[in-house]
């Protein structure tokens, strides 16, 4: 199985030294369709708003064995209590 993320990285770097190679004398949205990402994406890597998802903390963290038994008793309390586990 790929991973998507980094393809989806790929070709927005792709994209990226394409459109500087090229002095930005094609559109964001041209070079964005040739590369198969999104136009606002590639905008905004462009302009710098936007950083690598590397360097992006996100929220997909491994929890550690002790974190993950304190969340099951977490969850299962909440269920006792009838509260709704989501």
Same mark, same amino acid.
């Given at each position: 199985?790929?991973? +998507?993320? %980094?393809?989806?990285? @790929?070709?927005?770097?792709?994209? &990226?030294? =394409?459109?500087?190679?090229?002095?930005?004398?094609?559109?964001?949205? +041209?070079? %964005?369709?040739?590369? @198969?990402?999104?136009?606002?994406? &590639?905008? =905004?890597?462009?302009?710098?708003?936007?950083?690598?998802?590397?360097?992006?903390?996100?929220?997909?963290?491994?929890?550690?064995?002790?974190? &993950?038994?304190?969340?099951?008793?977490?969850?299962?309390?909440?269920?006792?209590?009838?509260?709704?586990?989501?």
């Amino acid at each position: 199985m790929k991973n +998507k993320t %980094a393809d989806c990285e @790929k070709c927005l770097s792709n994209a &990226l030294d =394409f459109f500087y190679s090229h002095n930005g004398s094609y559109s964001i949205r +041209k070079v %964005a369709t040739k590369f @198969k990402v999104n136009h606002v994406t &590639l905008g =905004f890597r462009i302009d710098g708003k936007q950083q690598s998802i590397a360097l992006n903390g996100g929220h997909n963290k491994l929890l550690t064995f002790i974190q &993950l038994g304190e969340l099951f008793m977490y969850i299962r309390r909440q269920a006792f209590a009838r509260f709704p586990c989501t």
